[in-house]
Structure formats: structure tokens, C-alpha cells
């Protein structure tokens, strides 16, 4: 296991300590939670400044010792990655997004931007009690949650910085892409029955990113997996 020193971004939260309530355009402050990060699929490269890169087709990760209920992810779209991975219906997404409450490959809540053929939010449950292995589940258990808000997005275009919050509050979760709300909906704990911490997770994008989760406790199994360790 290769450990790598980098420092996973407190800054992104710098002008949220007054823990303002959850509203339109406003997040409920999420607490620093510098921890290693835990690369399952795909490397990521340290960046000066707490950022990562990622080239690969398809990356895969979680912020050790955080809460898993909240996460804040900032990225640079670089373009295309080295190569293409499509999903196992043959689909090809472009996308980077954040997973909640990661127990495992199976059981994942996934908060994604998509960048192609349009920008979109897509929120979803993969749940599959019982199993924690990719040759377990493999694509099964996805539950797309519908939204009772939503706004429309900023296309992403190369070189442009977008950011993406999420946080979920009760059993409702609030999206927000730059600062404005752009998702809102229900997400009970029947939808979920499991915990874990925050994670990234890219598909076929090249993204420089920081992310960053809640202050929590939450751990992943990461043998096999490739630990950058905060600074």
C-alpha cells in the first residue's frame, strides 16, 4: 500500500462557521474533517494546495474517519480521460460527484454531477443488504431518487472550477451546484440502512478536485486500496 502525503482541503469551508440554517442557496456548515483518503479504483495524483488529479477512466474513493452525511467536492474539468469505461449497460457517462454515506461498493448513496450529453444532477441509492463486494452486486440495487426540487445547471466546459455540496438533513438531502440549490428531495433511512463516510467518485473525466466531508467517525475497508494521507 503506497502512501502518499497531501492535504485534503479544509479551506473550501472557510466562510461557513457561522453554521447558518439549510436554505435556498445555504448549506448547514460542514466541519473540516482532514483524513486519508482511501483510492479503491483508479490513482489519484497530489496537487500543491490539498488537490488531487485524476486521469483514469473510472476513480474511486472515500474520506476516512468522516461522518457521511455531508460532503464538499470542488473540481477543474480537464477534458476527456486516457481512455473510456462504459457501464455495464454499455452507457458512457462523463461525470464527478460525491458518495454519502459509503459502506461499501455495494451500499452507497452517489450524489453526481453529470457533464454529458447534459449537465445534470443524479441522485441515487445502490443498496444490496448483505453484500459488501463489487462481484456481489456488480450494478444491481440502483434506486434513482426523484427530486421534488430541482434548478437547472451551469454547463461544464474544460478549464472552468464548479463546486458541489450535499448534505443531508433529517431525510432530506439539498444538492448545491455553485453555491445555488439545485436539488431537493427525500432520502429516508428505509431508502438507506446502512452507514459509512463521504467519498469521490469519477467516470471518464480528467478533474482536479479537493473534497472534503463532516466530522465523523466512519471508516471503509481499504485492503487493497491506496491510502493519500492528509497533511
Known amino acids: 500500500m503506497r502512501i502518499l502525503s497531501v492535504l485534503l482541503t479544509v479551506g473550501l469551508l472557510a466562510g461557513c462557521s457561522a453554521r447558518p440554517s ?11 474533517a482532514g483524513s486519508a483518503l482511501c483510492v479503491t479504483e483508479g490513482q489519484v495524483q497530489p496537487l500543491r494546495g490539498g488537490r488531487m488529479e485524476v486521469a483514469d477512466p473510472a476513480m474511486r474513493a472515500v474520506a476516512m474517519q468522516t461522518g457521511g452525511d455531508a460532503g464538499d467536492l470542488e473540481f477543474t474539468y480537464e477534458g476527456p480521460s486516457k481512455g473510456e469505461a462504459p457501464l455495464a449497460n454499455g452507457e458512457l457517462r462523463r461525470q464527478i460527484g460525491l458518495k454519502l ?3 461499501d461498493t455495494c ?19 445502490k443498496r444490496n443488504p448483505g453484500m459488501t463486494q463489487h462481484a456481489e452486486c456488480h450494478d444491481g440495487g440502483y434506486q434513482r431518487i426523484k427530486a421534488a426540487r430541482t434548478e ?3 454547463n461544464v466546459r474544460e478549464g472552468e472550477t ?3 455540496r450535499a ?10 451546484a455553485d453555491d445555488h440549490l ?17 467519498g469521490v ?3 471518464n473525466g480528467r478533474f482536479v478536485f479537493r473534497v472534503i466531508g463532516d466530522r465523523g467517525s466512519h471508516s471503509a475497508d481499504c485492503r487493497g486500496g491506496e491510502v493519500v494521507a492528509s497533511g
Do not use: C, K
Open 101 to 103: 454515506r459509503a459502506a
Open 201 to 203: 467518485r469519477t467516470d
Open 107 to 125: 451500499n452507497v448513496l452517489y450524489v453526481m454531477w453529470r457533464l454529458t450529453p447534459q449537465s445534470e444532477l443524479s441522485v441515487s441509492v
Open 162 to 164: 464548479h463546486r458541489l
Open 152 to 154: 437547472p445547471l451551469p
Open 182 to 198: 439545485a436539488w431537493e428531495g427525500v432520502v429516508g433511512e428505509d431508502m438507506l440502512g446502512f452507514e459509512g463516510p463521504v
Open 167 to 176: 448534505v443531508r438533513s433529517g431525510e432530506t438531502l439539498r444538492v448545491f
Open 22 to 32: 439549510p436554505g435556498p442557496g445555504r448549506m448547514a456548515a460542514i466541519e473540516p
